[in-house]
């Protein structure tokens, strides 16, 4: 019974034994910090060279709804003649503030950061359910004729103390790093997804909760006639409205909307009978003059007359 007790009071845990193993996994824990964290910087060095810890930066921010704009402009930079690249994620860069001075300086140590798969957000692009697969946190490695470069493009996140969408850009030479960042801002204008649709925004962009951050909606077909309509129908209500209070709104009633399509049909009619050859009624110069259809920019009507040249009874003045 003795020998029992002895066995099983030598292997319950004393308080010297949690504080040997609360070291143990202490090193352990910092030793794979510091060599995922060297990976980082190794992988940086090697790309840029020794001389990397002393290449400036240069950074450019975006606001967040700008995100598919920023990665569309950068999409579109590396695909430019000469230019090629690879791209590394980042891990555990959530709830963390670092930049690339950060991560090239040998001295800088960010404990748990260190090299995966890049994390992607699918944002709309388009209308009809388009997205686009935006970086969240990623390192582009950049081989160009002038030598290499590097990008570090973090991205607005739930979980991201960034609010915005951030390039920072290093590599050796005046101004190139520079240079990238308003390349790719002046391509993230060119590329622009927004323009040429209607875009609905969510609180979000307004710093509300709740709701998605920005929508395409579908937008209508609208004729040409159709505008013209609504043109003049908006002329035709100014004009009534001209010796009322300075500033009122304009208001499009249905009368208006009658007069501009009594207008533009009698506009069509009138240009239909001087393409036949005949002449237009007293006043009908006038209408299409207002209409933005002067008979003087029509050019030469003989031209394009066809048989009108030698009209049959009835046709051109009937």
């Not at 007790?5 to 824990?29: F, H």
Request: overall charge negative; proline content about 6%.
């Amino acid at each position: 019974m003795a020998q029992q007790t002895v066995a099983e009071g030598g292997d319950r845990p004393e308080l010297a034994d949690v504080g040997r193993l609360a070291r143990r996994l202490v090193r352990q824990v910092v030793h794979i910090a510091r060599a995922e964290e060297a990976s980082v910087r190794r992988l940086l060095a090697d790309h840029l060279g020794g001389q990397a810890g002393t290449l400036p930066v240069a950074s450019g921010s975006w606001p967040r709804y700008d995100h598919v704009n920023v990665q569309a402009g950068l999409d579109a930079w590396l695909a430019e003649p000469g230019r090629e690249h690879e791209v590394a994620g980042l891990t555990g860069f959530h709830h963390r503030v670092f930049g690339l001075a950060d991560l090239i300086q040998p001295g800088s140590w960010q404990p748990g950061l260190g090299l995966g798969s890049v994390t992607t957000d699918s944002l709309p692009a388009g209308p009809g359910g388009v997205t686009l697969a935006c970086v969240q946190c990623a390192l582009y490695l950049v081989t160009e004729p002038e030598g290499p470069i590097v990008l570090l493009v973090r991205g607005p996140g739930e979980h991201n103390p960034v609010q915005g969408v951030i390039v920072e850009a290093v590599a050796a030479g005046a101004g190139r790093a520079q240079r990238a960042i308003d390349d790719i801002r002046r391509l993230s204008i060119a590329r622009n997804v927004f323009r040429g649709h209607v875009i609905e925004f969510g609180g979000e962009v307004f710093e509300h909760d709740g709701g998605a951050l920005l929508s395409f909606r579908t937008r209508p077909q609208v004729a040409r006639e159709q505008v013209e309509l609504l043109r003049r129908a908006a002329l035709s209500a100014a004009d009534e409205s001209a010796d009322e209070v300075p500033g009122k709104p304009i208001t499009v009633t249905d009368a208006h909307m009658a007069i501009a399509l009594d207008q533009l049909l009698d506009t069509r009619n009138q240009l239909t009978r001087v393409l036949l050859g005949g002449q237009p009624r007293s006043g009908a110069g006038q209408v299409l003059h207002e209409g933005g259809g002067d008979l003087a920019g029509l050019g030469d009507v003989g031209e394009v007359r066809t048989a009108a040249d030698h009209p049959e009874p009835g046709t051109a003045d009937g």
